[in-house]
C-alpha cells in the first residue's frame, strides 16, 4: 500500500514530534520523559469506551536518540465493542522502541541543512513484522532573527504502508524568550507567548499516528495490526527552572481520533472512531 500526501509538515516529524527546537537546538543532548492520559471515550455506534494511558522516555543527541514508548488501555462494555471477542480484553498494552541517527550542519549564516534515518518497533507482544523505516532531510533557511522556513521529504515504510510526504514549515520567534511566537506545520501547529523569561503559555493543535503489530493470539486481529490516527488540541504551560531542567503540562482535547484494524497481510478490515475525550500531559526535560 502507498500514500503519498502534501501537508505543512513541521521540521522534527522524524522524532514522533516530541522535539519542537529548530536545528540549532537538536545538537543540546537531552533527557525527556513524557506522561499523558486521554479519559474516558466510546467507540461511534457503540456503548464500549476506552482510556489510553502512554509513558515515554527518549534521549537525543546530535548524532542519535533513542527512545522507549508504552500504552495502557483500560476498556469497558466489551461485549459492545465492534471488534474483540466480547469476553477478553481486546488490547491491554503497546510497547515501542526507536532508535535513530541524524546530521545536522550550518552552511552559513542564513542555511542549515538536517538529515535522519530511524528505525521503530511497535507491538503488543511479537516484535517480528513490526519494524518501520523513517528517513528525513530538510533545509532550513533563515530569513532574518525572527522568521524561519524549512523546505525537505519524509518517508516512511512499514509493512501496513509506504508514506511520503513533502516537508514545509514556517516558525516565527522560536527562539525568544520574551513575547509572542509561533510554528506553522504538520504534525503541531502552536503560538505562544513568554510571560517572562521562563514561563511561555501555549496553544495549539498536533497529530500523531502509531502502526501496532497486534500478538499472534489477538482478539482483534491475530498478527494483525492497528492504526492509531489522534488529532488533539492542547493548552499549556512550559517553565525552564534554569538552563538545563524544563516542565511542561497541557490540558489535552480531542479532535478526531481513527483506530484502523488491518490483516496479517496489511488489507484493512475495520474503520473505527472513537469518540472526543479530554486529557492531560506532563513533560520533563533534562538539557546537559
Known amino acids: 500500500m502507498i500514500k503519498v500526501a502534501c501537508a505543512l509538515t513541521f521540521a522534527c516529524i522524524v ?25 474516558d471515550a466510546n467507540i461511534v455506534d457503540s456503548d464500549g469506551s476506552v482510556r489510553v494511558y502512554k509513558n515515554q522516555l527518549q534521549v537525543n543527541h546530535d548524532i542519535f536518540s533513542l527512545g522507549y514508548s508504552h500504552w495502557k488501555f483500560d476498556w469497558d462494555q466489551l461485549q459492545s465493542l465492534p471488534f474483540g471477542d466480547a469476553l477478553h480484553t481486546p488490547l491491554s498494552q503497546i510497547h515501542a522502541f526507536q532508535a535513530g541517527v541524524h546530521h545536522t550542519q550550518k552552511i552559513d549564516d542564513q542555511w ?46 512499514h509493512p501496513t504502508e509506504t508514506l511520503v510526504l513533502p516537508a514545509l514549515s514556517y516558525s516565527y520567534r522560536e527562539r525568544y524568550k520574551e513575547g509572542w511566537q509561533f510554528v506553522l506545520g504538520f504534525p503541531r501547529t502552536h503560538v505562544g507567548y513568554h510571560i517572562d523569561e521562563k514561563t511561555l503559555m501555549r496553544l495549539g493543535m498536533m497529530f500523531s499516528q502509531s502502526l501496532v503489530r497486534l500478538s499472534d493470539e ?41 483506530f484502523i484494524i ?14 472526543n475525550a479530554l486529557g492531560a500531559n506532563m513533560r520533563l526535560v533534562y538539557r546537559f
Open 218 to 258: 489477538s482478539v482483534i486481529q491475530r498478527s494483525g495490526y492497528v492504526e492509531a490516527k489522534d488529532y488533539l488540541s492542547n493548552l499549556g504551560i512550559t517553565y525552564e527552572f534554569n538552563k538545563h531542567f524544563s516542565l511542561s503540562t497541557d490540558l489535552l482535547y480531542t479532535i478526531k481520533r481513527e
Open 112 to 157: 542549515s541543512y538536517f538529515t535522519s534515518l530511524s528505525l521503530k518497533s511497535t507491538f503488543e507482544k511479537e516484535m517480528e513484522d513490526s519494524f518501520g523505516i523513517n528517513l528525513l532531510g530538510f533545509a532550513s533557511y533563515r530569513l532574518n532573527n525572527e522568521h524561519s522556513i524549512q523546505i525537505g521529504g519524509f518517508a516512511n515504510y
Open 15 to 39: 522524532l514522533q514530534a516530541e522535539e519542537k527546537s529548530p536545528p540549532q537546538k537538536m545538537i543540546e543532548p537531552r533527557v525527556s520523559y513524557e506522561s499523558t492520559y486521554l479519559g
Open 262 to 275: 488491518y490483516d496479517s497481510s496489511a488489507n484493512e478490515v475495520q474503520n473505527n472512531t472513537i469518540k
